[in-house]
């Protein structure tokens, strides 16, 4: 004859003996880091359902936890002792923290250990972004949870801190809506404004970094001799007719999702007081691409000259959106330049063309 077995029987010994507040904060980090990392789910508004409490509560709810893991307060005792007797019952005093003041030290304490984690990156490699800033914030949570629960099941059973939910939200309804005093009234209204004003401020933070600056990069690049890109060696002595390659990259940083055009334009020009003057101009080649944030477009240019001349510009110029009909190096959002100077082989008529190999 078969039993049932309970499923909560086979986890661990010390995972089944977790405090029920240990447990709910180790399941609101993992949640939190699911929803953050998760393509998909943290374009969702459950993003900063989750990311804000996240920020301003179990961080130093589990420090709190591991710095006091005793019952706080008075507790009522049926053993005879060494404490004062109350109607036949004794009451004791523990070094611990009440319910309200766990709370409140959380909150605090939260909104202090943010951004100290903050200001430690910000001297990493890493630096303040999302992704460092989640799996800190998340692994000191963490180490604080396992602290705390070890050093409860330390403690005597009837010592040990547990959440008395119904006796929290009574102590809470007192006093914030039954005050003793007009001090106290006051005091709960400065205590509101400031918590919500912090949740505001830090929450606003972390969860809408700071996005940097926003740009472009439009390189050249070259293969060397171990088939490596690298931004050296570019061809500039031609023999007409001669092929040789160019690869062209664009990067995108402009936090959204970008078209891009690039031109390419062959021209001589001559320089007069410091200024560049366009005698000819022939437009060689067109491109446009699209890409999302940190998206890299390259293509391969086979420059096959067949103009003769010296110091001849070979110009790519790169827009955001549609080439102007007019394009030029003031105009352009990026410009780059290659001087090129391409002898002669035979009769043929002067141009340089540029086809692009996907």
């Not at 447990?23 to 990311?51: E, H, K, S």
């Not at 088939?227 to 990259?249: C, W």
């Not at 391409?342 to 141009?351: D, H």
Request: aromatic residues 10%; negative net charge.
């Amino acid at each position: 004859m078969s039993r049932d077995v309970d499923p909560w029987l086979l986890l661990p010994d010390p995972v089944r003996r977790l405090p029920a507040d240990l447990v709910f904060i180790i399941c609101f980090v993992i949640a939190t880091c699911v929803v953050v990392l998760v393509p998909g789910l943290n374009d969702t508004p459950i993003r900063a359902v989750l990311g804000l409490p996240f920020v301003l509560f179990p961080p130093g709810y589990a420090f709190i936890a591991a710095l006091f893991p005793e019952a706080g307060g008075f507790e009522e005792s049926d053993r005879q002792g060494d404490a004062s007797e109350t109607d036949g019952r004794f009451s004791r005093f523990n070094e611990g923290i009440d319910g309200l003041e766990r709370v409140a030290l959380s909150f605090g304490t939260s909104i202090a250990i943010v951004p100290l984690i903050g200001l430690v990156l910000n001297f990493t490699p890493w630096g303040i972004r999302l992704v460092p800033v989640l799996l800190s914030i998340s692994g000191f949570t963490l180490l604080m949870t396992v602290i705390a629960a070890v050093r409860r099941w330390n403690l005597p059973e009837d010592e040990r801190f547990s959440v008395p939910y119904k006796q929290w939200s009574g102590d809470a309804r007192s006093e914030l809506f039954e005050p003793d005093t007009r001090a106290d009234a006051a005091l709960n209204v400065v205590l509101v404004v400031s918590v919500v004003l912090a949740s505001a401020s830090v929450g606003y933070a972390v969860l809408v970094p700071n996005q940097g600056e926003s740009f472009s990069e439009f390189y050249l690049l070259t293969e060397n001799d171990d088939g490596e890109l690298v931004a050296d060696g570019y061809p500039t002595n031609f023999t007409q007719g001669e092929r040789k390659p160019v690869i062209v990259g664009i990067e995108n940083h402009e936090h959204e999702r970008t078209n891009y055009s690039a031109v390419v334009l062959l021209q001589n020009v001559t320089t007069r007081n410091n200024s560049t003057v366009v005698n000819d101009e022939q437009q060689l080649q067109r491109f446009q691409t699209t890409l999302g944030q940190n998206e890299t477009w390259r293509t391969t240019h086979n420059i096959t000259a067949t103009m003769t001349g010296t110091r001849l510009r070979l110009i790519y110029l790169l827009y955001k959106g549609d080439v102007p009909r007019n394009p030029t190096a003031d105009n352009a959002y990026r410009e780059l330049h290659l001087w090129v100077n391409v002898t002669a082989n035979g009769s043929s008529p002067a141009q340089v063309t540029a086809a692009p190999t996907r």
